[in-house]
């Protein structure tokens, strides 16, 4: 198979994904926490210590883009390229039969590997951000969640999918992330000089 019969077999298409009033609205949220991680951003330049600016605006900003994107991911709906690139590939290597071993491995590793991202981040951001460990949680929560989705597992599909007192599981855990992520920003912003872990001398 040539790489253009491999894309001619890809079944996403650059469209809107998700039309209905919770797709739109979740794009509304991821917006908002970007806007409020520019500002957190912004409002870093009041903060005394120039070393510790510089790193505050490099995580808000980071984080802000990467929000940006996931705005428009939400619509354009990446993950199922995702899917469908891999769907061949298992195909193609003649082991698609196994996938759903595959899939649960890959699951277990995403865990275990943002489990280990966030003790190793906090220890870093902690001493930047105030916030830290609230951001941390949001950003974890969030990236475990549209990593396992894209992985299309099918119980964890079904899991997603299903509903509690008629709300979806899958908008309470992607908009409980974005929520964490929105609500840091916004208490770094409302008090820069937080954003920021006081000095030794400042505590006294």
């Not at 919770?22 to 806007?35: D, E, I, L, R, S």
């Not at 980071?62 to 590939?89: H, P, Y």
């Not at 870093?124 to 597992?153: H, T």
Request: aromatic share 10%.
């Amino acid at each position: 198979m040539n790489f253009a019969e491999f894309v001619s077999q890809i079944r996403w298409r650059p469209q809107i994904g998700d039309p209905g009033f919770m797709g739109w609205f979740t794009v509304a949220a991821y917006a908002a926490a970007a806007v409020l991680c520019f500002i957190a951003a912004h409002r870093c330049l009041v903060a005394a210590d120039a070393g510790e600016t510089r790193r505050s605006r490099r995580i808000w900003w980071s984080v802000a883009v990467l929000m940006a994107f996931l705005c428009i991911n939400k619509q354009l709906d990446l993950q199922s390229l995702f899917t469908d690139v891999g769907r061949l590939i298992a195909e193609r290597q003649g082991w698609y039969g196994e996938r759903r071993t595959v899939q649960l491995l890959f699951v277990i590793s995403v865990a275990a590997a943002g489990i280990l991202t966030f003790v190793i981040a906090a220890r870093k951001i902690k001493s930047v951000l105030r916030e830290g460990i609230l951001l941390l949680l949001g950003l974890s929560w969030l990236l475990i969640f549209l990593i396992v989705r894209a992985a299309s597992f099918h119980h964890v599909g079904v899991l997603l999918g299903s509903e509690l007192l008629g709300i979806r599981v899958n908008w309470v855990l992607e908009l409980s992330g974005i929520a964490l992520i929105a609500l840091s920003a916004a208490r770094s912003a409302r008090h820069p000089r937080d954003g920021v872990k006081p000095t030794f001398f400042e505590k006294k």
